[in-house]
């Protein structure tokens, strides 16, 4: 099994930063596909970033050009860059490990943008 514990969430003002970290409690570095997801109450979760084993990375619409995915294997931790933040992007914010058909999801962090 994969843990995933994240960190970094909080109350910015509209047009700050935040940087979320998702720490794995194995290594991850050459077999797992890792992504954020965000979640309204009452709406679907929805899929923010995605960055492969390979380190190929594709963005939601809604975040590109703002948000950025990382990932440093070597302390098997997944990262989201957030800048630029709007009130749209209030949600609590899910990481997720999958490797084929096996998925693990830490517990998530609240992202609050509020002026």
């Known amino acids: 099994q994969v843990q995933l514990v994240e960190s970094g969430g909080g109350l910015v003002q509209p047009g700050g930063s935040l940087r979320l970290s998702c720490?794995?409690?194995?290594?991850?570095?050459?077999?797992?596909?890792m992504r954020w997801y965000r979640q309204v109450p009452g709406k679907q979760r929805?899929?923010?970033?995605?960055?492969?084993?390979?380190?190929?990375?594709?963005?939601?619409?809604s975040v590109k050009g703002r948000f950025t995915i990382s990932r440093d294997n070597a302390?098997?931790?997944?990262?989201?860059?957030?800048?630029?933040?709007?009130?749209?992007?209030?949600?609590?914010?899910?990481?997720?490990?999958?490797?084929?058909?096996y998925m693990y999801w830490g517990q998530g962090t609240q992202v609050t943008v509020s002026s």
């Open 23 to 33: 720490a794995a409690s194995r290594s991850i570095s050459s077999t797992y596909g």
């Open 46 to 61: 929805e899929l923010v970033a995605t960055i492969t084993s390979g380190g190929v990375t594709n963005y939601a619409a």
């Open 75 to 101: 302390k098997n931790t997944l990262y989201l860059q957030m800048n630029s933040l709007k009130p749209e992007d209030t949600a609590v914010y899910y990481c997720n490990a999958y490797l084929s058909n």
